[in-house]
T-cell receptor, first 116, second 114 residues
Framework: GAGVSQTPSNKVTEKGKYVELRCDPI?????LYWYRQSLGQGPEFLIY????????DSGLPNDRFFAVRPEGSVSTLKIQRTERGDSAVYLC??????????????FGPGTRLTVL | RKEVEQDPGPFNVPEGATVAFNCTYS??????FFWYRQDCRKEPKLLMS???SGNEDGRFTAQLNRASQYISLLIRDSKLSDSATYLC???????????????FGQGTILTVHP
């Protein structure tokens, strides 16, 4: 079946603008995760959804970042007043949610965000 | 100190070589351990889970030492197609809301040359 999909694949924006990044998880996966990966680093956790609710948002760097998953499927990561330091690849992953500590997380191809 | 630390390399080895990657983690409460592989400008993909008893998948062997908080990956008979970044990954697992939160090391770059 289809894997995790993310749109757009690339986003270039200007400092101070608002952006939305979309993630479509694998069908039936109840757990959804957002990570951010800067050049030369491993992915860093941002937020984790179980169903519609954010179970852990401890990785969101500040209140400019917000994510929603209103129907328990598609999720949107929203970044307000973008800064150059927000430039990174934003990765979404999903898992079945049955065994949360051992579930395999399947990653999407990412959205490469560039803030000019 | 980073929660998961890896030698970033790069490791440059000839085809057929055996190469080992090491990783340490700082949180003794960590429950699950993985190696992911990431090709250039692609998403990370699970290579293998790591179990306390050690486990093998073809040319790949993973080991876990909980007492030392140390994880390793051994690749035998390296192929050109093994060239990638290898990410050591820890899941703090049981308890609270940290289920599912993966913590990644920086990644170790491997290049296998003819």
């Amino acid at each position: 079946g289809a894997g995790v999909s993310q749109t757009p694949s690339n986003k270039v924006t200007e400092k101070g603008k608002y952006v939305e990044l979309r993630c479509d998880p694998i069908s039936g996966h109840t757990a959804l995760y957002w990570y951010r990966q800067s050049l030369g680093q491993g992915p860093e956790f941002l937020i984790y959804f179980q169903g519609t609710g954010a179970a852990d948002d401890s990785g969101l760097p500040n209140d400019r970042f917000f994510a929603v998953r209103p129907e328990g499927s598609v999720s949107t990561l929203k970044i307000q007043r973008t800064e150059r330091g927000d430039s990174a690849v934003y990765l979404c992953a999903s898992s079945s949610g049955l065994h949360r500590s051992t579930d395999t997380q399947y990653f999407g191809p990412g959205t490469r965000l560039t803030v000019l | 100190r980073k929660e998961v630390e890896q030698d970033p390399g790069p490791f440059n080895v000839p085809e057929g070589a055996t190469v080992a990657f090491n990783c340490t983690y700082s949180n003794s409460a960590s429950q699950s351990f993985f190696w992911y592989r990431q090709d250039c400008r692609k998403e990370p993909k699970l290579l293998m889970s790591v179990y306390s008893s050690g486990n093998e998948d073809g040319r790949f062997t993973a080991q876990l030492n909980r007492a030392s908080q140390y994880i390793s990956l051994l690749i035998r008979d390296s192929k050109l197609s093994d060239s990638a970044t290898y990410l050591c990954v820890v899941n703090r697992g049981a308890g609270g809301t940290s289920y599912g939160k993966l913590t990644f090391g920086q990644g170790t770059i491997l290049t296998v040359h003819p």
